[in-house]
């Protein structure tokens, strides 16, 4: 009897530390993979409130001796040029990337549901030929696009970013959204169909709010994507007024090589928009990956 | 079916079944309008510039791409290109940037999908802080680590010279031998949460009592993680290698900001050249065989992205 306590016991410890070994490997992993992902953006944060003078010195101040929101300030004041222009990159930004966002929730939605409940001929291609869009750089299409606007009138306007942010944003929300499609039951469009609805009823009302996390998602994709875009901007626009905040911040910051606080304020405040809206609405993103193309 | 059937026979049938995919695609014509933005879309900002892309890589086009004075020259944009040095030098660090972020990238995207599966306390936190790198902007993560890895004021010397592991700040990206390695660092932090996210939706398939089963078996964690979860995520380990694959591919943005393509094309890599030569040197012939060259590699790859995708389609099919 006691031996064979003894072992059951011994055989436990054994897996307890094994188990115990993978359990602290991950541990020292996670904090590694917390200070690599941290520790850049605790710098930025930390050097945004230096002043000029106190950023370039060796060695560092690790900690700011006089923090000061100069930067920021500078950035944020309506009054001097610097902070008209970064105001207005900021507000163009905004209407881009909205306005993509919207378009590309009105155009992906109808594509997925189609996809996924109708069988037309040429479906499938059409479906991967949607998806190749994602395999090419945006630099294969930036000279014909550039003559593409250029003919349409759109050069310098932010009507040719939209159109171009619209084409690398559906490829994903379309397949993301098939998959949601493909996951709830026919038989409940059916139903509604047989209690009297139209098609259309029945897709506003039954599928669309069952949608909804495949929705948010793709509008934060799109949303992400629009605000962070730069080499089209980059080369659409000409005009200061009219540029976009990695390309305005790039512009300005090509002028003003020292002024790291100045750059990384802004680069800071570039990324609180997103930031925030990525946060307060991920667990919709991973839901949707979950249920939309992960999931089979 | 393995009938020989007559000519006339044959070509009746072909008849039958052209007509037949007419009559179905009249019958399904309203299906169509829900796909008709989408593709709009789709054919005049993909296809008509493949096709110009296509024509211009033939011709030699003015600085000022004034279109009618263009000149026809066969292949000669790329012959240049294959006999030039600097090809296989960009080359070369394509391959080297594409291949380390990719691989890297995965792993510890995977390595913290699995870390984060079990819960714990601040688990959420954890996982939210480790997307941030994805979710701002390229050109701020390229303006952050560029003053991360500044020759003089940057902090990764400075914590080298205080630990005495350096006289001086190292140059990391104004050196020819290092700045590569340097950047796919930069790329690799701003990739890896991609690969976690989908690792994480992928992980949440698998199922509970198979793992489970396999403990009572006597399975330890690595063999339930090498038979059990991981058969259960080729798909999606495929699917998302694929995209990390073409998405470093195609990068451009943070050679481009940090360092140009330099010091002396040491980080340049196929975009960032095509770039420069399009719009830095206007050549827009070359550029354009350049793209069409890219193009063709790009096409293999997604071929391979279709299988895996429809892989998942088929599997779906028979479930």
């Known amino acids: 009897m006691s031996t064979v306590s003894e072992t059951i016991s011994r055989g436990q410890s054994a897996r307890r530390m094994r188990v115990d070994g993978w359990r602290w490997g991950g541990r020292v992993f996670l904090v590694f993979m917390l200070l690599y992902t941290a520790l850049p953006m605790i710098w930025m944060l930390l050097t945004s409130i230096k002043s000029g003078f106190a950023a370039m010195q060796f060695p560092p101040q690790w900690w700011p001796d006089q923090p000061t929101l100069d930067s920021y300030q500078k950035l944020l004041d309506p009054q001097n040029s610097v902070g008209q222009d970064f105001l207005r990159f900021f507000w163009n930004s905004l209407i881009v990337s909205t306005a993509t966002t919207i378009l590309s929730v009105i155009v992906a939605v109808p594509a997925a549901y189609a996809f996924s409940r109708f069988t037309f001929p040429g479906r499938n291609f059409l479906f991967f030929a949607v998806l190749l869009r994602n395999m090419f750089p945006a630099v294969i299409f930036l000279v014909p696009l550039f003559i593409l606007m250029r003919a349409i009138g759109l050069v310098n306007t932010h009507g040719s970013l939209v159109l171009t942010y619209l084409t690398f944003g559906l490829p994903l929300a379309i397949w993301l959204l098939k998959g949601f499609y493909d996951n709830i039951p026919v038989q409940l469009e059916q139903a509604a169909r047989i209690d009297g609805a139209t098609r259309f009823q029945a897709f506003m009302l039954i599928v669309m709010p069952l949608s909804t996390p495949g929705i948010i998602a793709t509008a934060i994709y799109s949303f992400i994507g629009a605000w962070n875009e730069y080499i089209y901007a980059y080369t659409f626009l000409s005009k200061n007024e009219q540029l976009t905040l990695p390309v305005g911040i790039q512009r300005f910051f090509s002028e003003n090589t020292t002024d790291f606080p100045g750059l990384m304020a802004a680069s800071f405040m570039m990324s609180v928009p997103v930031v925030v809206l990525f946060l307060l609405l991920q667990r919709y993103f991973v839901r949707a990956l979950t249920e939309g193309a992960v999931k089979h | ?319």
């Open chain 2, 1 to 319: 079916m393995t009938i020989v059937s007559g000519k006339a026979d044959a070509r009746r049938r072909l008849q039958s079944a052209r007509s037949d995919v007419l009559r179905k695609m009249w019958e399904h014509r309203a299906d169509y309008a829900y796909v008709l933005p989408a593709i709009a879309v789709m054919l005049i900002v993909i296809a008509y510039p493949i096709y110009y892309t296509i024509e211009l890589s033939f011709f030699n086009t003015p600085p000022g791409l004034q279109l009618r004075d263009k000149i026809f020259v066969g292949f000669n944009n790329y012959t240049a290109i294959l006999t030039s040095g600097v090809f296989w030098q960009v080359t070369f660090n394509t391959l080297i940037w594409t291949v380390a972020s990719t691989f890297f990238s995965f792993v510890l995207g995977f390595a913290a999908a699995l870390a984060l599966h079990r819960d714990f306390v601040g688990r959420g936190v954890l996982r939210a802080i480790l997307i941030i790198p994805w979710v701002i902007s390229a050109v701020a993560a390229s303006y952050i680590w560029k003053w991360i890895y500044h020759s003089d004021f940057g902090i990764i010397g400075a914590i080298l010279v205080e630990l005495g592991w350096a006289e001086r700040p190292p140059n990391f990206i104004d050196s020819v031998s290092t700045v590569l390695p340097s950047l796919i660092v930069v790329n690799i932090w701003r990739e890896f949460p991609f690969a976690m996210i989908m690792m994480t939706a992928g992980l949440q398939t698998v199922p509970e009592q198979l793992l489970r089963a396999a403990k009572v078996d006597g399975a330890n964690a690595w063999q339930r993680f090498w038979h059990v979860t991981f058969p259960h995520l080729r798909n999606v380990s495929t699917v998302t290698i694929l995209l990390l694959a073409v998405a470093n591919f195609n990068s451009f943005i943070i050679p481009w900001i940090m360092t140009g393509g330099g010091p002396s094309n040491a980080s340049h890599i196929w975009i960032t050249h095509i770039y420069e030569l399009a719009f830095g040197r206007q050549r827009w012939g070359v550029a354009s065989a350049y793209s069409v060259l890219l193009f063709i590699i790009l096409m293999t790859l997604g071929y391979f992205y279709v299988r895996a995708l429809s892989g998942n389609e088929r599997k779906d099919g028979s479930a």
